[in-house]
């Protein structure tokens, strides 16, 4: 794992904004957006990019109906589906939001290849704020959203119920998600912490853009508007008067609270312990105190 | 899969296409025209396994340079395109006729109507008092999901998924493609759809092919176009009569795979159809949000719509 700045003339297409489901992974999108336009409002609707892959965008590539095929047969293919987007972009960096772990497929290419990812930033939240978060965007309780985190096969857009416009994102357990891309990614990765965002988003996205390689990376000014112009209680001032497009539809909104400590101070006493019997070392590696199971 | 069946002749989007085996989801071409020849003809054989220096490739699909289209999914079979002559397929060992019939019915099609110059709208379409209602969208919009929804209301299915247009002077016309409509399970149980109607359409896959009353197999007036945008903007459905051009665009989001037409020389195809649907076919957006609950919502809405403009 790298922490440092990489090499921007390498050649490589993608930069990889990377989270675990509920980790800030949409709000780091937003200051990106408002950085690469010198910090000017934005419109959390607007169509940007940065987006996550799409079934729409399987198709326009690979010209066959995804929901003919079977899901490993799809899975068989994302490595390829990376490299026909890099090879059909006319930019130098592709910006692509990821909630899937770092996964090889069953032939063992990896999903995200080297040779075309300039890097993954990596944001990483303390799970048990993850986890009243992923109950409310799930529209779940606090057990069924705890189970979740800690479950190894678990997927996001996996519902073999409904078809979802997204391509099924293999997650892992929220453990198995940041070790997956903290020591395995094969290229160089940025670790921020979501409570670093919100202690100083303008200095945390500063070092965002300049691992990157953005021309506004030195832009101090540029990165204090765009932080500004992304703040939390401004996108949420945005979904009540707007709505938020990618706001699934069962969850009340997207931008909810956006503060660190609500897991501590909503979920109960056992749930907290399982958080942390299921994801301790990780977390204490992260810096995330432990503090269920010693009081 | 071909001892037991003989030749048998269908209607395929306005052509007659002969096949070697049954395929449920198709009409039949009308029994009263026993002399023709058809127009496509499918049959068993081998196939090239990959094209040498294709003018595109994925890993599906390969577009030649002599315009021949060769698509391979490997647990169901390869199917060749050639410009000229027969459709031929080689099926994978162990392959369902049922998901031969998936792949040809989408994918296949879709190539093979381009490659025919033929103008493939990414909707599902039903016909309801004598007009066709498309509804187009990229894919898990709910096009085919609203097509149930008006079948449930008394329209007829005329295609799903693939609609193809014929325009004359004074009018756009929709034509009849399959009979089945695919759905996910989350609208089939919606729907109330008996598990006898659920046909498979791939070995464990939650997506079926569902027998819907279907519209005559031909071509009838295209009186709305309805375009769907999913998103959770607004709490509940919103459709709004559209009187501009900018209501056929994007093009890559109302043409079934457009890149593909583009390969095959289609522009002027598609410039024609999409002109004669600015001139000739009311155009509505409908903004749904995702929730399931509002699809007979939407479905009012389209109905509503269409006793306005009559």
Not at chain 1, 138 to 151: A, M, P, R, T, Y
Not at chain 1, 218 to 223: P, R, S, T
Not at chain 2, 113 to 120: A, D, F, I, N, V
Not at chain 2, 121 to 130: E, F, Q, R, T, Y
Request: proline fraction near 6%; hydrophobic fraction near 40%.
């Amino acid at each position: 794992m790298s922490q440092n700045g990489m090499d921007s003339t390498n050649g490589a297409l993608f930069g990889w904004l990377v989270s675990y489901p509920k980790s800030g992974n949409t709000w780091l999108r937003m200051m990106l957006r408002s950085l690469r336009q010198g910090g000017e409002p934005i419109d959390i609707n607007e169509a940007g990019d940065a987006h996550i892959l799409s079934r729409a965008e399987f198709e326009e590539h690979f010209g066959v109906e995804s929901s003919d095929l079977t899901q490993a047969e799809i899975d068989a293919v994302r490595p390829e589906l990376h490299r026909a987007i890099a090879r059909a972009s006319k930019e130098s960096l592709i910006l692509r939001k990821v909630h899937d772990r770092c996964w090889l497929t069953a032939s063992g290419d990896p999903v995200f290849a080297p040779e075309i990812s300039r890097g993954a930033v990596y944001i990483v939240r303390d799970p048990r704020d993850v986890a009243v978060s992923f109950a409310h965007h799930c529209h779940l309780d606090f057990e069924k959203s705890v189970q979740c985190i800690g479950d190894s096969t678990e997927t996001f857009a996996g519902s073999v119920k409904r078809m979802n416009s997204q391509l099924v994102q293999p997650l892992g357990s929220w453990s198995e998600h940041v070790t997956s891309w903290l020591d395995r990614a094969r290229m160089p990765v940025l670790l921020l912490r979501y409570e670093d965002m919100l202690k100083d988003p303008a200095h945390e996205l500063a070092r965002v853009a300049g691992f990157l390689g953005l021309p506004e990376a030195d832009d101090v000014e540029a990165c204090a508007k765009a932080a500004a112009a992304a703040d939390f209680s401004r996108l949420r001032q945005q979904e009540d008067e707007m709505g938020f497009r990618e706001k699934p539809a069962k969850a009340i909104r997207f931008f909810r609270q956006g503060r660190a400590g609500e897991g501590k101070e909503v979920l109960p006493p056992h749930l907290l312990q399982t958080i942390e019997a299921d994801h301790g070392a990780v977390m204490e590696r992260l810096g995330y105190r432990l503090t269920a199971n010693s009081s | 899969m071909t001892s037991a069946f003989h030749l048998q002749d269908y209607f395929f989007h306005g052509r007659r296409l002969r096949s070697p085996f049954p395929l449920p989801s198709l009409p039949l071409w009308p029994a009263l025209d026993t002399e023709g020849r058809p127009d496509i003809t499918l049959c068993f054989g081998e196939t090239p396994a990959s094209l040498a220096n294709p003018l595109w490739s994925s890993p599906f699909v390969q577009i030649g340079r002599d315009k021949g289209a060769l698509v391979n999914i490997a647990a169901v079979g390869r199917f060749w395109l050639p410009d000229n002559g027969p459709v031929t397929i080689q099926p994978s060992q162990g392959s369902e006729p049922f998901e031969i019939e998936t792949i040809l019915l989408g994918t296949v099609a879709g190539i093979l109507l381009h490659q025919r110059s033929m103008l493939p709208l990414h909707a599902s379409c039903v016909v309801l008092d004598g007009s066709a209602i498309a509804i187009g969208g990229s894919s898990a919009s709910g096009k085919s999901a609203l097509a149930a929804a008006l079948v449930r209301r008394g329209a007829l299915l005329l295609t799903d998924d693939l609609c193809v247009l014929g325009a004359s002077k004074h009018s756009v016309h929709a034509v009849a493609g399959t009979m089945h409509a695919r759905l996910w399970p989350d609208v089939m149980d919606r729907l109330e759809i008996p598990s006898e109607l659920r046909l498979p359409t791939r070995p464990v896959h939650p997506k079926h092919a569902v027998v819907l009353p279907a519209a005559e197999a031909r071509a009838w007036p295209l009186q709305l176009l309805v375009r769907l945008g999913s998103s959770n903007l607004a709490s509940e459905p919103v459709l709004e009569r559209q009187q501009d051009l900018a209501s056929l665009f994007p093009p890559d989001t109302l043409v079934y795979q457009r890149k593909i037409g583009q390969l095959f020389g289609n522009a002027a195809t598609e410039l024609c159809g999409l002109t004669a649907l600015a001139r000739h076919v009311s155009r509505y957006s409908l903004r749904t949000t995702k929730a399931l609950g509002h699809l007979e919502q939407c479905a009012d809405l389209i109905l509503n719509a269409l006793r306005g403009e009559a």
